[in-house]
């Protein structure tokens, strides 16, 4: 049986979403989601990539069931989850260091983690910022992170920071290498459209060692850990980076338990050790993509791609077209491109 | 795999009565049949796949493989081990266990959101009436594909272009499209 939430209740709930989100457009999806099995007080609709600040896909803490087991073992930067429950999705397992080493700014130990206590103390809400104010809802960023280079944590990256040289490794002293092509935030995609305060367009900037870091006269001073690199399993997560949950829903879906257990940041979400806040597997990407009922289908989506398990039901038509995005299926007026239904897919 | 009832929110802005609605979801007549997908999933499909050694390597190196070893869809245009070859010394730079971060962005640029076949793409197309359909990627931007002939071309927003280079993989999880180049400019480098 298909449960609907229909006609006044749609609009009203649409309406306070979008009451709630006085920004809007990009960076603003994130302070009125309501969480839950429908996607009624999802705030913006368009896209907000904010590094982790923008988007929020729900604000509740806990809640959810289902929820998975990490083994409790303390200490270290390794692997050592199990039992991620039924949906199998994301097996906790190393990156095959056979193919890639870890980095070597991100083997810390847990006395990292003691950083954000002394020098991060004070969080600020990046949706209050923007005059939610919902100080439960979304990611926080560590008092770090400077006003107008929202994405980049000011400090030294947390390998660097222990060896007390400045911040300067011998490597990105200016002269000792050639600058290439990753050393640019534009490749990364990291600019203005998703990292929206950011002044990316200016700064010395250069990979290094999992992350994209900004030197200033005297070394780094800014730094972002990047997918892959210093975000990737078996590397502590950062502890300047903090969060709140998903939404129940989308930890049913995902099938990353509680919020201790996973951390959501550019548009991928993690599954941590609780004990230890090692990363234990990259569990997803996401789009970041929330719609509602009545917005117009935006571009990008011209192509019907609704999971395998669900073609028979929800096939496009001459009534209809279906479109899949973060878990939920969108039904699209073919004509007007408005979007009529929105469908969520716990399985 | 339980599947529970999916929820569903109708916009009264649709006007379209409840029964309508779920009439128009129920009772669609599929155009045609979707191609019968591996058990096996995209991660699985991919490393066993003659000709994407690299790509299967690199998303075992970068960890993102767990990301398609899952129940969330997911389509990858997965270039070819010629594809890489293209970049000369940069695939080199790329593979370097110290770069894992810049594969993890390549990857992600090649990612869509969901199950798409090439029949699906060709029936957008076709939809579309020559002119060409875009698709998100999980990088932020998109990638548009067209079709001359029998060519099926994808180009990425940085102008990358890349052939359809032979016959997708379908998976439970997700459909793997192998391509003949890879989808984000990497300028060829000598100095890995």
């Known amino acids: 049986m298909l449960r609907f939430l229909t006609g006044a209740a749609a609009i009203a709930l649409a309406a306070s979403a979008l009451s709630a989100?006085?920004?809007?457009?990009?960076?603003?999806?994130?302070?009125?989601?309501?969480?839950?099995?429908?996607?009624?007080?999802?705030?913006?609709?368009?896209?907000?990539?904010g590094n982790g600040g923008g988007k929020s896909h729900g604000e509740q803490s806990g809640g959810g069931g289902g929820f998975d087991k990490h083994a409790k073992q303390g200490g270290g930067g390794k692997d050592r989850s199990s039992d991620y429950g039924a949906r199998g999705n994301d097996k906790p397992v190393k990156a095959d260091r056979d193919f890639y080493k870890p980095a070597k700014a991100a083997k810390q130990d847990g006395k990292d983690r003691g950083v954000r206590g002394k020098d991060y103390a004070v969080s600020r809400d990046i949706v209050g910022d923007r005059g939610r104010g919902d100080r439960t809802s979304g990611w926080r960023w560590g008092d770090s992170v400077p006003q107008g280079t929202r994405g980049l944590i000011r400090g030294c990256p947390p390998g660097l920071a222990k060896k007390n040289n400045g911040?300067?490794?011998?490597g990105l002293a200016r002269g000792a290498r050639v600058a290439t092509f990753y050393d640019s935030p534009s490749w990364w995609n990291f600019d203005d459209r998703w990292h929206d305060s950011a002044d990316w367009s200016n700064g010395d900037y250069s990979y290094y060692d999992g992350y994209l870091v900004r030197s200033g006269a005297s070394g780094i001073d800014s730094w972002l850990p990047l997918l892959g690199g210093a975000l990737a399993p078996g590397?502590?997560?950062?502890?300047?980076?903090?969060?709140?949950?998903?939404?129940?829903?989308?930890?049913?879906?995902?099938?990353?338990?509680?919020?201790?257990?996973?951390?959501?940041?550019?548009?991928?979400?993690y599954r941590v050790d609780p004990q230890s806040n090692a990363i234990t597997a990259i569990t997803a990407l996401l789009t970041g993509d929330r719609f509602q009922v009545g917005q117009r289908m935006p571009q990008?989506?011209?192509?019907?791609?609704?999971?395998?398990?669900y073609r028979d039901q929800y096939r496009d038509g001459p009534n209809a077209d279906y479109r899949y995005s973060d878990g939920t299926i969108y039904q699209v007026d073919p004509t007007t491109q408005l979007i009529q239904t929105v469908i969520e897919l716990l399985t | 795999m339980i599947r529970r009832p999916p929820a569903i929110i109708v916009g009264a802005l649709a006007l379209l009565p409840l029964a309508?609605?779920?009439?128009?979801?129920?009772?669609?007549?599929?155009?045609?049949?979707a191609a019968q997908a591996s058990a096996a999933t995209l991660a699985s499909a991919i490393g066993g796949a003659p000709g994407l050694t690299t790509v299967a390597a690199a998303l075992k190196g970068t960890g993102l493989a767990t990301v398609f070893?899952?129940?969330?869809?997911?389509?990858?245009?997965?270039?070819?081990?010629?594809?890489?070859?293209?970049?000369?010394?940069?695939?080199?730079?790329?593979?370097?266990?110290?770069?894992?971060?810049?594969?993890?962005?390549?990857l992600k640029a090649h990612v869509l959101?969901?199950?798409?076949?090439?029949?699906?793409?060709?029936?957008?197309?076709?939809?579309?009436?020559?002119?060409?359909?875009?698709?998100?990627?999980?990088?932020?931007?998109?990638?548009t594909f067209t079709r001359i002939g029998e060519v099926l071309t994808a180009t990425a927003a940085d102008g990358s272009s890349a052939k359809v280079s032979g016959s997708a993989l379908t998976a439970s999880n997700g459909v793997a499209i192998p391509i003949d180049t890879v989808l984000k400019k990497v300028p060829k480098t000598s100095t890995p």
Request: glycine share 16%; charged share 20%; hydrophobic share 30%.
């Open chain 1, 21 to 49: 989100d006085p920004g809007g457009g990009k960076g603003g999806g994130g302070g009125g989601n309501g969480g839950g099995k429908s996607h009624e007080a999802q705030g913006g609709g368009e896209k907000a990539h």
């Open chain 2, 20 to 33: 309508a609605c779920n009439k128009a979801a129920d009772s669609a007549t599929p155009a045609a049949t």
């Open chain 2, 69 to 106: 070893d899952g129940t969330a869809p997911y389509t990858l245009l997965a270039p070819d081990d010629d594809a890489f070859g293209k970049l000369g010394g940069s695939a080199a730079m790329l593979k370097a266990p110290e770069n894992g971060a810049a594969m993890a962005a390549v």
């Open chain 2, 113 to 143: 959101p969901g199950y798409v076949t090439v029949a699906d793409i060709n029936a957008a197309l076709k939809a579309a009436q020559g002119k060409p359909v875009r698709m998100k990627t999980m990088a932020g931007d998109e990638v």
């Open chain 1, 300 to 309: 990008g989506y011209d192509v019907y791609n609704v999971p395998t398990s």
């Open chain 1, 235 to 269: 590397n502590l997560w950062p502890s300047q980076y903090e969060t709140n949950s998903l939404s129940p829903y989308y930890q049913d879906y995902y099938g990353v338990g509680q919020p201790e257990g996973y951390r959501y940041y550019d548009d991928t979400l």
């Open chain 1, 167 to 170: 911040c300067l490794p011998p």
